[in-house]
């Protein structure tokens, strides 16, 4: 099997994932700038003409980082980074979603709805970019008040896939001048914390 | 365990999958639009405001609709509504993220950006809701391209939980009038499936 893989945060995502699994699998480097996901032939792949896919030896497209992380949990159980036991299982997911819904999703769309990049790849609205860095702003004060008990990971005490997820908002938010606030102690000392791990260069 | 639960999409989207799994969980009925979900005992529930949420026996607050239905999925495996193995695991996953993020959030946020209920609740940006509309009509196109091959449902040849965030997402559409255009027959012909389980009610 073989990820196409690119400069970009959700393939980050699944390099990371692969980097705690301790996992290699073979990559393909597509060049995002120069078009290569709007080819005929990679649009076979994924019609959303996105990055990450993964192709099993048997043909099967899996698209969307957080399903391709999935596959490689199914198939590489230790450490199980989507957790074990139904109760630690739906709180990180639940994490994985607050992380994706509240934080990616909302610096992400700065750039989205700004980027030349994506001029040509959704209906721009610069207006929905200047709310969002303002949501960003409050999105990050509600994080630091949620991690106030004083955690060390988004679900708890292991490191996880929400984790995994919060290390592409972390960096899409300074990507964007939309980072988490200084004097925010919690947020940070974790943010910290993932900017440690070896798999943050992944 | 309990289910604070209201009369909006994503609670419902716990409702059909308890339903489809043929569970029956207590649940708490909130007014949502009486401000239910912004009171100082509801945030200590879910500091976002959000409904579902599903208070375990010892506790636990578990967010987000897609963790609580994973959470009933764990406790009560049959039928499998997330797939069985990693192949069929993944495919799923893909699916219910294309269809909740290509779908269900683009027709969502024609609602949150321009119905009054939501003015409180995020920066409304009415262009962001327009540009959302025009691609709401590509997206069930593109939809219609990829279900085009006959199967029966979003994932295969199975209901799954990217079903039951077609059911939500389908709804919704037809609330902001950004409903499946009728001459896309794919499409059509599996909603109107999906609108023909006793689950579509629940």
Redesign the interface.
């Known amino acids: 099997m073989k990820v196409y893989n690119a400069d970009a945060p959700n393939p980050r995502r699944v390099r990371i994932f692969l980097a705690e699994k301790g996992l290699d699998t073979d990559r393909v480097d597509v060049d995002l700038s120069g078009g290569a996901t709007r080819t005929p032939e990679f649009l076979k792949r994924n ?2 003409g996105h990055v990450p896919v ?1 192709e ?1 030896d048997d043909g ?1 497209l ?3 980082s ?3 992380c ?2 490689f949990e ?2 590489h159980p230790d450490p199980p980074l989507f957790g074990a ?3 630690q ?3 990180i ?2 994490w994985n ?2 992380i994706e819904f ?1 934080l990616l999703m909302t610096v992400g769309a700065i750039a989205q709805h700004t980027f030349p990049f994506f001029s040509t790849r ?2 721009q ?1 610069p ?2 970019a200047d ?1 969002q860095r ?2 960003a702003r409050e999105k990050w004060i ?1 994080l630091d ?2 991690m106030s008990d004083g955690r060390p990971y988004a679900a708890g005490d292991e490191f996880s896939v929400a984790d995994v997820t919060a290390m592409a908002a972390i960096q899409v938010s300074e990507f964007v001048d939309a980072q988490c606030p200084a004097d925010l102690p919690h947020v940070t000392a974790w943010a910290d914390r993932l900017r440690s791990r070896p798999s943050w260069s992944a």
Chains 1, 2 share one sequence.
Do not use: H, P, Q
Request: proline share 0%; aromatic share 8%.
């Open positions: 019609s959303l993964l099993l099967t899996i698209t969307e957080n399903a391709i999935r596959y199914e198939i036991g139904a109760r299982k739906a709180l997911e639940m979603r607050r509240e959704l209906r609205v207006a929905f709310a303002e949501t509600w008040g949620e």
